[in-house]
């Protein structure tokens, strides 16, 4: 399946803060065909550092998608049966709109004027594709980790748009020790002298920072099981300790090695502003309590967490389905056992794409 | 009544292979919304979701049954039944049911008055403790019981608290609760004459 990123662009997009975005445009790839009703539609949310190439082969690149091994014929979201959509977030650097975008009251990238956004404003942007599409209702949306929160603000914010809600390994709020993690990766970048306010668009890129950011990740991202099995203390190409600082152990490898990649495919800019968003996200927003702000929540919810996630560990996710319960909400979840830690839903997905199939296909008939 | 008639009245099928299911399938009204604690895989809930028109909802407490559960598409949530009630608002469901697990609940009179908050009406199967084999396993032996029914060694037994169907209609009388319907099961048949003795299984629908 070889597929294309498409654009749409609109006028203005208006934003939780206030400010208008005008214009902007949103990238996305399309898997499968939309049936006549238009009700099998799927639009499937990627996570911090994602984007639209979410299956298939890309035409431009000739690299599989993030979730290829979720989203195709006969998978966990079978383009057999679905129309599946994946566009890149707004903020984003992978063609949607974001701070490496001309601005066009300057003719510049906006770089740091680019105005502070939230999950909300993700979503919006998500629903004016939605209705540029002419789809009346999602069958479902999904993601994990980022996407999973915005598939949490979608039932919430767009409660007869969507038929179902899957958020995987996400969290109705960030807490202390995920924002800190957030702030480390963008204080990185910021103490980068390359990062320059944010003004490097055409000069040297604020790398270091970057890769730096990016290597914190990675650590979050895997669990100390899976690290252990992965690397251990294993050395790099010599038997014995270099006695210096270059490379000795093979975990150090890793992250240079995936720090440095990061740096060629997002735009620290956009670092800093993704990882604000999810910072402020606060399902609850000032309401007396979580189950109080699901009240407009009309979908069917599959919720799945993660065994070795401790970036958003399964208690964020049973908090997320107890106040869904005593909404008496539809609402079905299961803690999977696995040693990958956060990764787990990109990685480990065998079990994930069964629950998947069997969730969507039950949704489907109820709304056929 | 001719004996052939009364024969075939005594006769219980078997629904999914358990005779207690095909009689919580003839209590549960169609288009109704039912909990099921302890569902396993969910094939109850799935069948009277397909045959019933019912909106199910599960609690299961192993993970890998909760997968295939919402693999064949009911809504099942990986959780305990002792706390696992206590998000649910009062009156949520029509029907809740437990089905050969209120011996093995840490609190069983406690999940009954939850199951009664929780639900207008419950329903619940549970294997007879008062069964003769059981007594007189126990009188022969010296020892825990251990019967078709009860097969455990008593250090590995899910079950925590033996119940039988007198000390089960007790419980109900003590927390003022109506008994709608009873059912008493040996083998695939009805038993109507000295249940406590001869029941190897009781249903019970039970409401305020």
Redesign the interface.
């Known amino acids: 399946m070889i597929v294309e990123a498409n654009t749409v662009r609109f006028d203005s997009i208006t934003l939780d803060s206030g400010a208008t975005l005008a214009p902007v445009e949103v990238a996305y790839e399309t898997y499968g065909e939309l049936n006549a009703a238009k009700s099998n539609a799927i639009l499937v949310l990627h996570a911090f550092s994602g984007d639209a190439h979410a299956a298939g082969i890309s035409h431009e690149s000739g690299k599989p998608g993030w979730w290829d091994n979720m989203i195709g014929p006969g998978k966990g979201f079978d383009t057999n049966r679905y129309f599946v959509i994946c566009s890149n977030v707004l903020g984003g650097c992978r063609g949607t709109t974001g701070p490496g975008s001309i601005n066009p009251a300057t003719g510049c990238p906006y770089a740091m004027r680019f105005p502070v956004i939230t999950i909300g404003d993700m979503v919006r942007l998500q629903k004016m594709l939605i209705d540029w599409f002419g789809i009346p209702r999602l069958l479902s949306v999904s993601g994990g980790s980022m996407g999973g929160m915005q598939a949490l603000e979608w039932a919430v914010s767009y409660p007869d748009r969507v038929v179902s809600s899957i958020p995987i390994a996400a969290t109705t709020r960030h807490s202390a020790q995920q924002i800190a993690f957030n702030e480390v990766g963008r204080q990185a970048i910021m103490a980068d002298p390359d990062w320059n306010e944010g003004n490097y668009y055409g000069k040297q890129l604020p790398g270091r920072g970057l890769s730096v950011a990016r290597m914190v990740g990675h650590i979050t991202y895997m669990s100390d099981d899976s690290m252990r099995e992965k690397f251990g203390r294993r050395l790099r190409g010599k038997e014995n300790f270099g006695f210096g600082f270059d490379v000795d152990f093979e975990v150090e490898s890793y992250l240079r090695y995936r720090g440095s990649q990061f740096v060629n495919r997002f735009d620290a800019n956009s670092y800093l502003f993704i990882t604000k968003a999810m910072d402020y996200f606060d399902l609850t927003g000032g309401r007396a309590s979580l189950a109080a702000a699901l009240e407009p929540a009309r979908a069917?919810f599959?919720i799945i967490s993660f065994s070795s996630d401790w970036l958003y560990p399964s208690y964020q996710s049973q908090e997320t389905?107890?106040a869904l319960?005593?909404?008496?909400c539809?609402?079905?979840?299961?803690?999977?056992?696995s040693n990958y830690g956060h990764d787990s839903f990109l990685v480990d997905v065998a079990?994930q794409a069964?629950?998947v199939?069997?969730?969507l296909?039950?949704?489907f008939?109820k709304v056929q | 009544m001719t004996a052939q008639t009364a024969k075939k009245q005594a006769f219980v099928r078997e629904l999914l292979g358990r005779s207690d299911y095909a009689i919580i399938s003839e209590i549960v009204e169609p288009g109704t919304k039912v909990l099921d604690l302890g569902c396993g895989e969910g094939e109850l809930l799935e069948w009277l979701a397909a045959n019933k028109g019912v909106?199910g909802?599960g609690v299961e407490i192993s993970?890998v049954k909760?997968?295939h559960?919402?693999?064949?598409?009911?809504?099942?949530?990986?959780?305990d039944i002792d706390e696992g009630l206590a998000?649910?608002?009062d009156q949520?469901f029509d029907y809740v049911i437990l089905s050969q697990t209120l011996q093995e609940t840490l609190y069983p009179r406690h999940v009954l008055q939850e199951m009664l908050r929780v639900g207008r009406r419950v329903i619940v199967a549970f294997p007879n403790f008062g069964h003769w084999t059981v007594r007189y396993s126990m009188l022969k032996s010296g020892r825990a019981p251990r019967t078709k029914l009860f097969p455990y060694e008593w250090y590995e037994s899910p079950n925590i608290h033996f119940l039988t169907v007198q000390d089960f209609e007790e419980l109900v009388a003590l927390e003022g609760l109506v008994i709608e319907r009873r059912y008493f099961l040996s083998g695939k048949s009805k038993v109507t004459l000295l249940p406590n003795l001869r029941a190897e299984v009781a249903v019970y629908l039970v409401r305020r």
Request: glycine residues 10%; aromatic residues 8%; proline residues 2%.
């Open positions: 069917r599959l389905v107890r319960r005593a909404r008496n539809d609402v079905a979840y299961v803690e999977l056992l079990e069964d629950m199939r069997g969730f296909s039950s949704t008939e | 909106q909802r993970g909760v997968q559960a919402i693999g064949r598409g009911v809504s099942v949530y990986q959780g998000d649910y608002p949520a």
